[in-house]
């Protein structure tokens, strides 16, 4: 006659056995390393040659958590898991195996405050007594805690996983990030925000927000009273990131966004800012405003010149020689209004994406000495002009025009920012199917730090002392580009620059 579980076993063995087992769920390690252990261990303790877990997912369906001993749940089992995961009730079931002995199987939910976390199950060969009922209540006593720590393990794991998540997106976020308590202090931030004022991150934690932004504003001091008061708040302003006396780097403008983080209980627990990089905003605001002043002043001064040439031919008499002279006057004066207005009508067409390209096959020679020859002949009083090309009748794929406007821009250019003469080189040479176009001159030069500003929209080198709209190297970048090809800058201050122009390399525009 078979002996209930409670009554086979020995009360010390029981405990011990007890204390050993929840010991394990309290080891560290994923849940696979901890329950295989524990199941060997509790099916040693009932006699059984074999043991599993399986964890609830969502839509009704379970993965194997652990398992020992032979594979005993499968598809005939389907009455005995149907009992147990959706009925929630510990299950009984005799099973053949596939030699065709039997086994005995018991099954048990675990279950933790009504939430199906998943079933434990073990098996007994037909050598050993069949599992009863009566069994059933020392494996509940296991099968609870069980289920509260597999589901505690769960939930770690989830807020691991989302945690690592949420840093992963606050590290890679182009805005910098403080997080704040009721007292102002930062209790945590981004990696973009510790890049943007420096220092060590332990310098950081704790320290008033405000400390790190230089001038305050008036809405600093109201979002510090709203954390204190508890109350809602919300503003943004603009300000920049506070630096030491003697730091002599560019300012960092910045915008914040000031917020108090308010839970469902509608309680203020601390605050949020997050703070924009508005540099190249400021920087871009700049430039159009100047850009608005300098195409204004281009406008003006030959429209005024003209209008006022005019004037003095319509009001008196002029000798044909004196006519000749002012003609010649108002004649470079509409040229350079309508290289003006054909700069900003370029400039249209490239930010709406409607520069259309006409490749064709031709000779580099041909074009380079075309768009040297105006150069060769206004400037042949100040300038030298040389112009080298190997091979001399190499051929090149690409819009005959485009291109030329982008050399006849760094000619004018080189010729511009030389304004003592000098010599300028255009030079073009193919070099493992690429064409590499070289516009040199021994002007000023280019400060440094104005290198890779040197592309962009209205940008000038030197506002008052030459004209320009500041579009021409923009435009230049941009039709090399739209060839496939590169352009890079050199230049030393008092002894020159160099455009370097590369082309070629795709199908599109190979050399030939």
């Not at 675990?110 to 976390?117: C, E, H, Q, S, W």
């Not at 079933?119 to 059933?136: E, K, V």
Request: proline share 5%; glycine share 8%.
């Amino acid at each position: 006659m078979k002996t209930l579980l409670f009554e086979a076993k020995p009360q010390f063995r029981l405990i011990g056995l007890l204390h050993g087992l929840f010991g394990m769920l309290g080891r560290p390690g994923e849940l696979p390393e901890i329950i295989k252990p524990f199941l060997v261990d509790l099916g040693e303790y009932i006699s059984a040659d074999g043991g599993c877990l399986l964890v609830a997912e969502e839509s009704d369906r379970y993965h194997l958590v652990a398992e020992y001993g032979p594979s005993f749940l499968a598809e005939r089992n389907s009455e005995l898991t149907r009992e147990v995961f959706q009925c929630q009730r510990p299950a009984l079931s005799e099973e053949i195996d596939a030699d065709g002995s039997r086994f005995f199987v018991v099954g048990v939910p675990l279950v933790n405050d009504g939430r199906l976390i998943g079933g434990m199950f073990f098996r007994r060969d037909s050598q050993t007594p069949s599992f009863q009922p009566s069994d059933f209540p020392f494996l509940g006593i296991i099968a609870l805690p069980l289920a509260i720590h597999i589901e505690n393990l769960e939930y770690a794991r989830v807020n691991a996983t989302r945690r690592a998540e949420l840093e992963a997106v606050l590290a890679s976020m182009a805005d910098g990030l403080l997080v704040l308590d009721r007292n102002g202090k930062v209790r945590s931030f981004n990696q973009t925000f510790k890049d943007m004022v420096g220092g060590p991150a332990d310098a950081l934690f704790g320290s008033p927000w405000e400390s790190f932004f230089s001038p305050q504003q008036e809405p600093f001091r109201l979002f510090n009273e709203s954390l204190n008061r508890g109350e809602r708040f919300s503003s943004k302003c603009k300000t920049f990131i506070a630096r030491p006396p003697d730091f002599d780097g560019e300012a960092v403008h910045v915008a914040l966004g000031m917020n108090t983080v308010v839970t469902q209980r509608n309680l203020v627990t601390g605050g949020v800012i997050n703070i924009r990089d508005v540099s190249l905003d400021s920087q871009m605001d700049h430039l159009k405003d100047e850009f608005v002043a300098t195409v204004s002043h281009e406008l003006r001064t030959p429209l005024t010149t003209i209008h006022g040439f005019l004037e003095m031919m319509i009001s008196r008499p002029i000798e044909r020689k004196e006519q000749l002279t002012l003609l010649g006057v108002m004649y470079q004066e509409t040229g350079r209004l309508e290289r003006l207005i054909n700069d900003l009508l370029e400039m249209s067409k490239i930010q709406s994406n409607r520069v259309e390209m006409h490749p064709r096959t031709f000779r580099l020679e041909r074009l380079l000495n075309q768009a040297m020859r105006p150069f060769r002949v206004r400037h042949a009083d100040t300038h030298r002009f040389s112009l080298e090309i190997e091979p001399p009748n190499g051929r090149i794929v690409a819009d005959f025009d485009r291109l030329s406007q982008a050399v006849t821009n760094l000619i004018g250019n080189a010729v511009k920012y030389s304004p003592e003469g000098g010599e300028v080189s255009l030079r073009a040479t193919r070099e493992k199917g690429e064409w590499k176009i070289a516009v040199s001159d021994q002007g000023i030069g280019v400060p440094f730090k104005h290198l890779e500003k040197i592309f962009e929209r209205f940008f000038r080198v030197n506002e008052n002392q030459t004209a320009g709209s500041g579009l021409g190297l923009f435009i230049t970048k941009q039709i090399i580009e739209r060839h496939g090809g590169r352009i890079s800058v050199e230049s030393t201050l008092g002894k020159g620059t160099t455009f370097r122009i590369s082309l070629g390399r795709n199908e599109k525009n190979s050399a030939r």
